[in-house]
């Protein structure tokens, strides 16, 4: 479409009050018009006898590892993906159990899921044989051993198989696995009396026995390889031996992360990738030659992928291993940037390792510290139930390792190579983004990071050791970083009196690699010696001795007593997607643990709204200590739209449950600002004013316009807009200042101009002269496009003719025919927005956007389905979906 100037008497797209905006010279219609746990009276708990502790774990499982995914399906399925942090919970059932006097103990709830606790020593330690202790999701012991008897036991990032352990409460230490060794004879000759230890005392065992660790472990020293590589979209050499068997001792454990896999285009929507078991296949055959090793995990996202290698005969220390991804491009979950990673413990340390792919271009580095906060955030590792996620930091050691992106500032591309080639590294390191963003303390936070003793590994001429010599000519930098933190160290530090923590991590040697040529980045690793705890069996059976009895004199002779900073939470003004945090502090006031938990009202199913998030729903505060427990309000794109009406408001009381205590009441408030993001288009096309100047009776009216009964509510109406002013704002601001901006549609913006965005369009009205301003940048505007869309309640195509659409979607005629009995608003949106979609593959050169390009970012949000779906079906329907949309981008547009 040519650009031109609309005729001043023509009839414009949106009408406000009674003048008539001028829709810019582009105008493609402008010729158309729980029960409250009650208080029970709390009685004295009689003494139970004293068992023998169970034995520390000395066979791990060989079960399959778990992957936790926030879009709920195996991977990324091929919608676009919603990587909500959702939790959960399974299912408890408390019951109050009688010991033998009839007295209810205050320790005992049961719950749906093997113990900590649920094993017994037969004492022949050289000839155990532990059998998995079966719940309703896991594979038998005997399938376990089946799939993992390869020499590499690769396990998909889609593994339903549930681990029947469980994690650390607090700081994600190892733990017992669950094992039955049946012929134990204990204190009364049954094993009952080791079930007896199940639900609550299993929980605070844990604590216990987390906290002296120090008592029963010692250090063992390991080797671990640290390495990173952009490989740039090529395909594998024949051998990686330079890189990953550069030391001459083997390593125990290699993490190995992968960038940019595979550059298509349509690469950050679709998972599958034939590249990934290209470059998994010759990653193993090029490990160390002196030992034997399998695969402990894979977990790709898009380009990025991360490979955990350990020597076989760690196989069976290795447990709770877990994956998760995060995207942190467009809409905050497509897979172009973002970080995979995986925990797992090695006999009682935990590891986790994050490999990242950050923002690019030299001048994005606020956008590179956006990246890194929203994995930070985002990345979760739940346990085998579903409950309890770890962050990324709940962990003994962290290692960070990817093209991390930043770059030299401050420095021309010829000075840099200059000091480059008289070893002036010094310079260099003064303007390294990264270092100066870590000296100003605004990521990696307490993270470190080996001397930098090596060239620059980005930019060269793939295949040489030539800086770059294309048109760009990009100045050379340190994108690919290996880093590392130990968090142990950093909170023991913290406390007062606490003996000193001696580092886990001592780096050997951080280098480059330049004989492997193929990609324009040059693989970097980090080779380091790890001391490893590990658990002595004799120690810990005496400190779980001491521990026991401990807990058995607590029970008897105290009461739990609690009390809260706070019993009111204040949110103030929440806006959509802007999250607010607030906080209340728990002091254990009483002489024994404190066990807590947030249980749902009578009928209520969940504890909370959906709307909140809770940071620890349930756990211990020990005597004396506080706990601050954060609420999150975040009102997204599923929530949004209820709030905006006043049919749901933000208040909600908690019901906070002291196991063997009282429970207390904890009242939430906070005020909605209405947005146009959440808002159906039928409320929207009839809002001649800002959102927030719109009565809230008069939402509520609007929003009960069903798709049937919307063109009968049109005719009944003479001032609607054809479109929401709102979205011909901004489609009015991308046409003449954004069609040809690099990366259009591919590249995110930043969470402030998001936010800057939105303001402006739910106070103010567009002009009705001029051009029409947008704060922020233009990616910035272009992805508050797609949230619109992804937020509103009924798609531009209305759930109900999603299935017809796909029946229709390779014949352009009938779904013309099809499309024409939608409700007028919805036919007004479709065109307005494929007109101006058409418009994007003319500057196909500048701004990199095919039209199947555009038809794959567009299709999930204009055509989706009322419930998500995943798997091959989800594959199938999106692959339709895109061949609809993209019919209507390669035609001319005739009004429906």
Not at 259 to 274: G, N, P, R
Not at 675 to 695: H, N, T, W, Y
Not at 744 to 764: A, N, R, V, Y
């Amino acid at each position: 479409m040519d650009t031109k100037t609309t005729s001043s008497d023509s009839v414009n797209l949106i009408e406000l009050s009674d003048s008539q905006i001028n829709l810019s010279e582009f105008d493609p219609l402008t010729s158309s018009s729980v029960t409250p746990a009650l208080n029970e009276k709390q009685q004295p708990v009689v003494r139970r006898p004293s068992r023998p502790p169970p034995p520390p774990p000395n066979h791990a499982s060989n079960v399959k590892t778990r992957s936790s995914t926030t879009s709920g399906g195996a991977g990324l399925t091929s919608d676009l993906i919603s990587l909500q942090l959702d939790k959960h919970d399974t299912e408890i059932n408390a019951k109050q159990t009688l010991n033998k006097s009839g007295v209810p103990s205050l320790f005992t709830l049961e719950r749906n899921r093997p113990s900590f606790v649920s094993y017994v020593n037969d004492g022949e330690a050289a000839d155990m044989h532990p059998t998995i202790i079966k719940s309703s999701s896991s594979s038998s012991a005997q399938e376990m051993k089946s799939q993992s008897s390869s020499f590499v036991s690769y396990v998909p990032d889609d593994s339903s198989a549930k681990l029947s352990r469980t994690q650390s409460l607090s700081t994600g230490l190892s733990q017992a696995d669950h094992m039955d060794f049946a012929s134990f004879e204990g204190a009364t000759g049954q094993n009952a009396v080791t079930s007896k230890l199940l639900g609550q005392r299993e929980e605070l065992m844990q604590l216990f026995m987390t906290k002296r660790q120090d008592d029963y472990t010692s250090r063992k020293p390991f080797r671990l390889f640290a390495g990173t590589w952009n490989v740039n979209g090529q395909y594998p050499p024949d051998s990686l031996i330079e890189w990953t068997a550069y030391d001459k001792d083997p390593p125990d454990i290699y993490v190995i992360g992968f960038q940019e896999l595979d550059l298509s285009k349509e690469a950050f929507v679709f998972a599958e990738s034939s590249r990934e078991d290209e470059w998994r296949k010759i990653a193993e055959v090029s490990l160390h030659p002196k030992a034997e090793y399998y695969l402990v995990k894979l977990v790709r996202l898009v380009g990025m992928m991360l490979l955990v290698f350990a020597m076989k005969r760690h196989q069976n220390h290795i447990t709770e291993v877990m994956s998760h991804h995060v995207g942190t491009g467009l809409l905050g979950k497509m897979g172009n940037k973002g970080g995979v990673g995986v925990r797992f413990n090695i006999h009682s340390s935990s590891i986790c390792v994050v490999n990242s792919h950050l923002a690019a271009h030299a001048e994005e580095v606020q956008r590179r510290n956006q990246d890194y906060a929203d994995i930070c955030a985002r990345m979760r590792f739940s346990d085998a139930y579903g409950q309890s996620p770890r962050t990324i930091f709940q962990h003994d050691v962290v290692v960070w390792l990817g093209d991390l992106n930043y770059r030299i500032e401050k420095m021309l591309p010829d000075m840099v190579k200059e000091c480059i080639d008289v070893g002036n590294y010094k310079l260099l390191k003064e303007n390294d983004q990264l270092l100066c963003q870590l000296r100003e303390g605004n990521v990696f936070k307490n993270f470190e990071e080996g001397e930098i003793k090596f060239r620059p590994t980005y930019k060269y001429n793939p295949g040489t050791d030539v800086w770059d010599t294309s048109e760009k000519c990009r100045a050379p930098a340190w994108c690919d970083r290996v880093l590392w933190k130990e968090t142990a160290v950093l909170s023991r530090s913290t406390i007062k009196n606490s003996k000193k923590v001696p580092k886990t991590m001592t780096l050997k040697e951080y280098r480059s690699h330049g004989a492997l040529k193929i990609s324009d980045h040059k693989p970097v690793s980090a080779s380091f010696g790890m001391d490893v705890k590990v658990i002595n069996k004799e120690k810990y059976r005496v400190v779980y001795e001491e521990e026991i009895r401990r807990l058995d004199k607590m029970e008897n002779d105290y009461l739990p007593s609690m009390t809260l900073s706070s019993h009111t939470v204040e949110f103030g003004d929440v806006m959509f997607q802007q999250a607010v945090l607030q906080s209340v502090e728990l002091h254990n006031t009483g002489q024994v643990p404190c066990h807590f938990e947030f249980i749902g009202k009578f009928g209520d199913n969940t504890y909370c709204k959906p709307w909140l998030t809770i940071s620890k729903p349930k756990g211990f505060v020990m005597p004396d200590e506080k706990l601050a427990i954060e609420f999150e309000v975040y009102v997204n794109r599923i929530t949004a739209s209820s709030l905006n009406i006043g049919s749901e408001k933000l208040e909600d009381i908690l019901i906070l449950h002291l196991v063997g205590g009282k429970d207390f009441f904890i009242t939430l408030n906070g005020k909605y600002i209405a947005s146009c993001f959440g808002s159906s288009l039928e409320a929207l096309c009839r809002m001649k004013d800002p959102i927030q100047q719109v009565d809230q009776k008069l939402l509520l009216k609007w929003s009960k316009i069903s798709v049937q009964d919307a063109n009968d509510s049109e005719s009944s109406d003479e001032h609607t807009l054809q479109v929401p002013k709102e979205l011909w704002w901004i489609l009015d601001y991308l046409y003449h200042h954004a069609r040809s901006q690099p990366d259009l549609f591919q590249q995110p913006g930043l969470h402030h101009e998001l936010q800057e965005i939105q303001k402006c369009l739910d106070s103010q009205v567009p002009v009705t002269k001029g051009l029409n301003s947008l704060p922020g940048s233009s990616h910035s505007s272009a992805e508050a496009l797609l949230v619109f869309l992804e937020a509103l309640p009924e798609p531009v195509i209305p759930f109900c003719y999603y299935q017809q659409c796909l029946d229709v979607h390779s014949n352009l005629q009938h779904s013309k025919e099809l499309l024409k009995t939608m409700p007028v608003h919805h036919r007004n949106v479709f065109n307005y927005l494929i007109a101006f979609l058409q418009e994007l593959p003319k500057y196909e050169d500048k701004n990199g956007l095919s039209v199947h390009l555009i038809a794959t970012i567009f299709a999930g949000l204009i055509l989706r389905p009322q419930q998500r779906k995943s798997g091959i079906e989800a594959r199938i329907e999106r692959e339709k979906s895109i061949v609809f949309v993209e019919r209507y981008l390669m035609n001319n547009l005739e009004e429906l």
